[in-house]
């Protein structure tokens, strides 16, 4: 691919289906003054939005992937795999979004019990209004809690009720790695590990996770991604190539005012790291229509 034709790829962002602030054609919207030319649409354990997202990305000419990040528990710890370019229509990977969604309704009626036992009364309607036809996630409690002024803003809130060992925490067991990656490789779509480095697990247990990644078939890991400092995308860059994954790049875009970074602002992938698009020859093609507004 030569430089004067390179894509611009955001293959993580989030829209009103999860926890994101924008609807899905919003987030089309600013995909394209953003000079994205392909997005993926990754959603907290929803397709829903993929529909909407990829009328506007044909109309506005910008590439699209239908995604999905599907929530995670492997050895006690909650992990998030970004499933790329997945057929929603796949009946195992609806099932177990169905049941994951059930999951997250029934653990948000336990966290607001939780909360009502240190005085935060009647929360449950609020968020579930506020999470509307999408997800509900602890993102949509830290914006009511923040509301009710009971934190400084919404990260203050994760770390005083939301977090183990705070009130209003309900530990989740989600789906399991391999089960996950046999969804998304099912519905014809690739496997990616997503931001790797904020699960804060050592270096051993990161290698240890790789490994068993890849054995499941996983594809690829997120080797940029927004919050990643340069040490980070090191450290991800050494762990694709000790496993021989792709790197995928995603801003894990929720909106303007979460201190969540921009939409598709991220640093080329580094040379020695084969990009996820390389699975897909009609990548350079994607998007086309519209012009690289950001060159
Ligand atoms: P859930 O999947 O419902 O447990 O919610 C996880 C989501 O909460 C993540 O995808 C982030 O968007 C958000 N989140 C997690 N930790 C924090 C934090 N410390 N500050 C702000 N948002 C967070
Ligand atoms: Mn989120
Ligand atoms: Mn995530
Ligand atoms: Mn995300």
């Given at each position: 691919m030569s430089a004067a034709l390179a894509r611009v790829f955001d293959?993580?962002a989030?829209?009103?289906?999860?926890?994101?602030?924008y609807?899905?054609r919003g987030l089309i919207e600013r995909a394209v003054a953003a000079g994205i030319h392909v997005l993926?649409?990754?959603?907290?354990?929803?397709?829903?939005?993929?529909?909407?997202a990829?009328?506007a990305a044909r109309e506005l000419g910008v590439g699209f992937?239908?995604?999905?990040?599907?929530?995670?528990?492997?050895?006690?710890?909650?992990?998030?795999?970004?499933?790329?370019?997945?057929?929603?229509?796949?009946?195992?990977?609806?099932?177990?979004?169905?049941?994951?969604?059930?999951?997250?309704?029934?653990?948000?009626?336990?966290?607001?019990?939780?909360?009502?036992?240190?005085?935060?009364?009647?929360?449950?309607?609020?968020?579930?209004?506020?999470?509307?036809?999408?997800?509900?996630?602890?993102?949509?409690?830290?914006?009511?809690?923040?509301?009710?002024?009971?934190?400084?803003?919404?990260?203050?809130?994760?770390?005083?009720?939301?977090?183990?060992?705070?009130?209003?925490?309900?530990?989740?067991?989600?789906?399991?790695?391999?089960?996950?990656?046999?969804?998304?490789?099912?519905?014809?779509?690739?496997?990616?590990?997503?931001?790797?480095?904020?699960?804060?697990?050592?270096?051993?247990?990161?290698?240890?996770?790789?490994?068993?990644?890849?054995?499941?078939?996983?594809?690829?890991?997120?080797?940029?991604?927004?919050?990643?400092?340069?040490?980070?995308?090191?450290?991800?860059?050494?762990?694709?190539?000790?496993?021989?994954?792709?790197?995928?790049c995603?801003s894990?875009f929720?909106?303007p005012?979460?201190?969540?970074?921009k939409l598709g602002r991220l640093p080329p992938?580094?040379?020695?790291?084969?990009?996820?698009?390389?699975?897909?020859?009609?990548a350079e093609a994607l998007g086309s229509t519209f012009p690289p507004a950001a060159f």
């Open positions: 293959l993580h989030h829209s009103t289906y999860s926890d994101g602030a609807s899905p993926a649409l990754t959603d907290h354990d929803t397709m829903a939005g993929h529909l909407e990829e009328e992937l239908p995604g999905v990040e599907i929530s995670v528990t492997w050895q006690g710890k909650t992990l998030h795999l970004v499933g790329l370019r997945v057929d929603a229509g796949h009946p195992p990977l609806r099932a177990g979004l169905e049941g994951l969604a059930l999951h997250r309704q029934q653990r948000a009626f336990e966290m607001a019990q939780r909360l009502e036992k240190v005085g935060v009364i009647g929360i449950y309607d609020e968020v579930l209004s506020l999470a509307g036809q999408g997800m509900v996630t602890r993102t949509h409690f830290a914006h009511c809690l923040a509301r009710r002024g009971l934190a400084a803003d919404v990260r203050d809130v994760f770390n005083r009720y939301l977090t183990p060992g705070k009130p209003g925490y309900v530990h989740s067991t989600w789906a399991g790695l391999e089960t996950a990656i046999a969804w998304i490789r099912g519905a014809g779509g690739v496997a990616v590990l997503a931001h790797p480095i904020r699960y804060k697990l050592t270096g051993s247990w990161l290698r240890r996770l790789a490994l068993e990644f890849k054995e499941f078939g996983g594809q690829a890991i997120e080797v940029l991604s927004g919050q990643a400092s340069p040490g980070d995308v090191q450290a991800s860059a050494q762990l694709a190539k000790r496993f021989d994954l792709l790197g995928s995603g894990d929720h909106g005012d979460q201190g969540w970074p992938m580094p040379k020695d790291v084969t990009p996820v698009w390389s699975l897909w020859p009609d």
